[in-house]
Each structure stands twice: as C-alpha cells, then as structure tokens.
C-alpha cells in the first residue's frame, strides 16, 4: 500500500492518513498512516519482460527469523514473504539445479527455495495440446509440483520426456509426457543440449539448435538492458543487492 498510487481506494471502516501532520480528530482514531509519499515503483518498465515468464504463489512464509534466513550456496541476496505472496519473474538459474529460484516480490528482486511456492499454469491458449510428437528431451533436474491448479508434469532428473510441443520455441512452458503421463512443464528444467526429433521427422536439428541458443542467452540480460538515468541506476541498484546475476543495465 506504501507504493500504491495515490488516492488510495477508499475501504469501509479504515481511516488513513496522509503525512506527518495528523488531524487533531484523528489523533487517536486512525488505523493507518503514511508520513512519507509513495515510492516510485521499478517495475512498470519491465512489466512487459517480466510478463513473459512465470508467475509463483508462496505456500510457505520466508521471513528473517532471530536473525537468520536460509540462503543459496552462492549467498545471493533472498526475498521474504509471507504464504499468498506473489512473485513474478521467475527464473530457474543452472547453477541452482532447480532447488532456487529467482524472482521479484514487492519491486525487490532475490533468490527463493522452489519448493516454497506453487507456479501459476499460462493461460491455456498458450499450452500446445498436442498428443504426440517427434520431439524429446531429458530431464536435467526433478519437478515435482503438487496441488494447485494445471496439469503438471513430475519427472525426475535423467528421464526421457517424450511428445514434447510447445506454442513457441521460447516460450517458458511446454508439454510432453513422462512414464506415459502427459502434462506442461518449466523448458528451463530440461537439457537444452538433449533436445531432438526423432528420425521419423524432420528439422530436429534446427528445433534443438533454437532451443540451446536460448539457454545461452539470459533472458533477464535483455530485460535489463532498459536505459536509465544514473539516478534510477543508484535507486536500483540499491534494491537489487549484490546478486551477480541480478540487473546489468546500459547507462547512457
């Protein structure tokens, strides 16, 4: 609410108030107050990046406790919410194995254990479903998401998914089958390098060529490369920690 737009939207039964002076009225009768305006949020400019990957819910609260909050192997700065929270933006770095994550909750942008959100299902005309196909791959790491909405995929890591589609070749979900079972899945947890077609088709070679070029580039790379002013580059810089594999920006 600190960053919302102002006016805020009006809820029955909340008085707020609006800096530093209170009404003499309200003085011990209010329920919320904000002495210092909103801060100017850094996302809208990357909303249109951001939008094109996955969306997570938060089934477990991550707050620093006694001083204490589990971090990944490379200590890169972590995000702290609470069970409901939405984080946008994820992405499944290699160096995590899928056990981390990298999102943005609340215009801060950190690292998250997996297993402590739900991904949300892309809408379902962006899911190819298709019963087969010449295409597989092997898995790289384990998925396992259960509950919540879509038809997840589980697979562990070393299994062969088969008739695997996609709406686009970049897209950050497809669908295929495992041990029979069909369901969508993260692209970013199978071996890029193990993509092929199967000898009875054709142009294998270019669908797995496209899709290790992709691995190759780093999606949040061209999502930072948005210029800015070297005021909004200090600003966010300060938000995004230390992270090396956080924002790279172009400063004009």
Same mark, same amino acid.
């Given at each position: 609410?600190?960053?919302? =737009?102002?006016?805020?939207?009006?809820?029955?039964?909340?008085?707020?108030?609006?800096?530093?002076?209170?009404?003499?009225?309200?003085?011990?009768?209010?329920?919320?107050?904000?002495?210092?305006?909103?801060? +100017?949020?850094?996302?809208? =400019?990357?909303?249109?990046?951001?939008?094109?990957?996955? $969306?997570?819910?938060?089934?477990?609260?991550?707050?620093?406790?006694?001083?204490?909050?589990?971090? =990944?192997?490379?200590?890169?700065?972590?995000?702290?919410?609470?069970?409901?929270?939405?984080?946008?933006?994820?992405?499944?770095?290699?160096?995590?194995?899928?056990?981390?994550?990298?999102?943005?909750?609340? !215009?801060?942008?950190?690292?998250?254990?997996?297993? $402590?959100?739900?991904?949300?299902?892309?809408?379902?005309?962006?899911?190819?479903?298709? !019963? $087969?196909?010449?295409? @597989?791959?092997?898995?790289?790491?384990?998925?396992? @998401?259960?509950?919540?909405?879509?038809?997840?995929?589980?697979?562990?890591?070393?299994?062969?998914?088969?008739?695997?589609?996609? +709406?686009?070749?970049?897209?950050?979900?497809? &669908?295929? #089958?495992?041990?029979?079972?069909?369901?969508?899945?993260? @692209? &970013?947890?199978?071996?890029?390098?193990?993509? @092929?077609?199967? =000898?009875?088709?054709? !142009?294998?070679?270019?669908?797995?060529?496209?899709?290790?070029?992709?691995?190759?580039?780093? #999606?949040?790379?061209?999502?930072?490369?948005?210029?800015?002013?070297?005021?909004?580059?200090?600003?966010?810089?300060?938000?995004?920690?230390?992270?090396?594999?956080?924002?790279?920006?172009?400063?004009?």
């Amino acid at each position: 609410m600190a960053r919302h =737009p102002r006016p805020l939207p009006v809820v029955s039964g909340f008085t707020v108030v609006e800096g530093d002076e209170i009404p003499p009225h309200l003085k011990d009768n209010f329920d919320l107050c904000f002495p210092n305006p909103p801060t +100017a949020s850094v996302m809208p =400019p990357l909303a249109p990046e951001v939008g094109r990957l996955p $969306t997570a819910v938060a089934t477990e609260t991550r707050k620093l406790t006694h001083g204490i909050l589990r971090t =990944p192997p490379d200590r890169a700065p972590v995000l702290e919410y609470a069970v409901g929270a939405r984080i946008v933006g994820v992405e499944f770095p290699p160096r995590y194995e899928g056990k981390w994550a990298i999102g943005w909750h609340d !215009g801060v942008r950190g690292a998250f254990e997996s297993d $402590t959100v739900k991904l949300e299902p892309p809408p379902r005309s962006e899911v190819r479903m298709q !019963g $087969t196909s010449n295409m @597989q791959a092997v898995a790289r790491w384990k998925f396992r @998401q259960t509950g919540g909405e879509g038809n997840w995929l589980k697979f562990n890591k070393g299994d062969v998914i088969e008739n695997i589609s996609w +709406a686009y070749t970049d897209h950050w979900c497809w &669908s295929g #089958t495992s041990s029979k079972h069909w369901g969508i899945f993260p @692209q &970013s947890h199978i071996d890029p390098n193990s993509v @092929q077609e199967l =000898p009875s088709g054709g !142009g294998g070679a270019r669908d797995s060529n496209s899709v290790a070029s992709a691995e190759k580039k780093s #999606t949040m790379s061209s999502l930072f490369s948005i210029r800015r002013t070297p005021a909004e580059n200090r600003k966010f810089f300060s938000r995004a920690g230390n992270d090396p594999s956080g924002p790279r920006l172009v400063i004009d």
